[in-house]
């Protein structure tokens, strides 16, 4: 059993008044043993270093420890020191709950939940293990320049001064808003200078921020439908009243009823979320009218428009707005890897004094050495080049997805003209439902994800999201083999 060496001082509960020292370390420590907050192989503190702690004569320590080894919780080895025992005896006296496991705690009946405590919902994370046809949601990470980066940060590592290891505004590292804010306007046609640009940890800081700023329970925000869950939860929390939005192929349906008296409207206007239509120019500027003249206020999610594949780029809807309708957001996890919780809010700049107050009492920060590093890889020319080699690489993959869907899913899904994004949407036919082709398609361990769960109501008919950027060519045809194989027999009694 490896020996582990005691890093930090040992933490005994109060000892009760009248209670004898020895007693109470020898109880204490015992405790700690078989919480397991002192570990098999764990090295106690010496008996000196305990002494002066906890104010005590080193021989009430030696009494506890040798009580201690009597019964077989510690053991001694001569010039190295004392260590929990690799097998406690009260593990071989156990029955029925596992070693180690954590004895459940009382509620407390006097506890109360806030309002947002108790409506706030989890939200689902990225799915672990192997990457399968068709994940949706993800970058190729095994494209990803792992090597690259790890150069870049060890050389920002190397250059760290003082100020890097200490703190920066709450809207950010200025380096990183300069060079988010030259990509945006470059590449996105969105109208902003640096200090307008908040960097986050990815879409989900950013709603949340509008939530604070913009909404009081009861207010009405209106969503696309089908839409973004994680941006319905965000709100629901807030104890806003999220109302859905019907879609046609030009987005969203701006004569909806849903519409009326919104605080806020929440928009996917380049590609739109999970449908992939893009809003035409005329629904664009009819939005921005709409929003105008009510006062309501417009987040447009940019998330995943750096991959276009065919017709015209589709400048940002922020860049057509005059009047400081819109919030635009966007986050690098889908472009480089999730595990990097940086993206950015580009709000109006007569708000930012307050977003920065907000952002400096909610988390200070995003994490400044992380902020640094993705600022040299930007204004190094490696990202840009990064996006450049993913969306070739993107498009050959749709391209074999459509190919393949054609010869082996035809009557069974009908795959959508997608022109932007990391993933797409097949719709059923002959009347199949999302869920149970879903079923049929992970028993064959194929990811599909059903329209219908991330719409209010009805959708009709189903369709399956399916993600191609994360998955090479041979497994898409793999995949769509199986998924081919797995709708068959339904079809059949459908």
């Known amino acids: 059993m490896a020996r582990q060496l005691s890093r930090f001082p040992l933490m005994l509960p109060p000892r009760r008044p009248g209670t004898p020292a020895t007693q109470w370390l020898y109880a204490a420590l015992r405790a700690a043993i078989l919480e397991r907050r002192l570990r098999p192989g764990a090295r106690l503190p010496a008996t000196r270093e305990l002494a002066a702690y906890y104010r005590l004569s080193r021989g009430t320590i030696v009494s506890a420890f040798d009580q201690l080894k009597a019964e077989g919780y510690v053991e001694a080895s001569v010039g190295s020191g004392t260590y929990v025992a690799g097998v406690l005896p009260d593990r071989l006296l156990e029955v029925g709950r596992k070693a180690g496991a954590p004895v459940p705690a009382e509620r407390s009946r006097s506890r109360r939940l806030s309002h947002y405590g108790r409506r706030v919902r989890p939200f689902e994370s990225l799915r672990l293990g192997p990457i399968r046809a068709f994940r949706a949601n993800l970058p190729a990470l095994d494209l990803f320049p792992t090597a690259l980066w790890a150069q870049v940060t060890t050389r920002r590592l190397r250059q760290a001064t003082m100020d890097l290891l200490l703190t920066c505004g709450p809207m950010g590292y200025p380096p990183l808003q300069e060079?988010?804010?030259?990509?945006?306007?470059?590449?996105?046609?969105?109208?902003?200078?640096?200090?307008?640009?908040?960097?986050?940890?990815?879409?989900?800081?950013?709603?949340?921020?509008?939530?604070?700023?913009?909404?009081?329970?009861g207010d009405r925000v209106a969503m696309e439908n089908p839409g973004y869950p994680g941006a319905t939860l965000v709100f629901r929390a807030f104890g806003a009243n999220v109302t859905p939005v019907r879609l046609d192929e030009e987005g969203i349906v701006l004569g909806d009823s849903a519409l009326r008296g919104a605080r806020l409207v929440y928009v996917t206007p380049a590609h739109q979320f999970p449908l992939g239509v893009s809003m035409s120019l005329a629904r664009r500027l009819a939005l921005l009218e709409w929003a105008r003249s009510t006062g309501a206020v417009i987040f447009?999610?940019?998330?995943?428009?750096?991959?276009?594949?065919?017709?015209?780029?589709?400048?940002?809807?922020?860049?057509?707005?005059?009047?400081?309708q819109v919030l635009f957001a966007g986050s690098f996890s889908k472009v480089l890897f999730p595990s990097l919780r940086l993206g950015y809010l580009v709000v109006p700049l007569d708000l930012v004094d307050r977003f920065a107050a907000a952002r400096s009492i909610v988390n200070r920060h995003a994490p400044l050495l992380d902020q640094a590093v993705l600022a040299d890889f930007i204004t190094g020319g490696h990202f840009g080049r990064h996006i450049r080699r993913m969306r070739a690489m993107y498009a050959e993959r749709l391209s074999v997805l459509l190919e393949s869907a054609k010869q082996d899913l035809a009557g069974l899904l009908d795959i959508s003209g997608v022109e932007a994004g990391i993933q797409t949407v097949g719709w059923l036919r002959g009347g199949l439902g999302g869920e149970s082709a879903a079923s049929v398609a992970a028993r064959r361990e194929v990811e599909v994800t059903p329209v219908s769960r991330y719409a209010t109501g009805r959708v009709a008919p189903d369709g399956l999201v399916l993600g191609f950027a994360a998955v090479d060519p041979p497994e898409i045809r793999w995949g769509v083999r199986e998924l081919a194989a797995a709708l068959e027999p339904i079809a059949g009694r459908s």
């Open 300 to 324: 447009e999610d940019d998330y995943d428009s750096e991959y276009r594949y065919a017709g015209r780029p589709v400048p940002a809807l922020q860049g057509l707005d005059r009047h400081g």
């Open 179 to 217: 060079a988010v804010a030259d990509y945006l306007t470059t590449s996105r046609g969105v109208r902003c200078v640096a200090g307008q640009v908040a960097i986050v940890s990815g879409v989900q800081e950013a709603l949340d921020l509008v939530a604070r700023l913009f909404l009081d329970p």
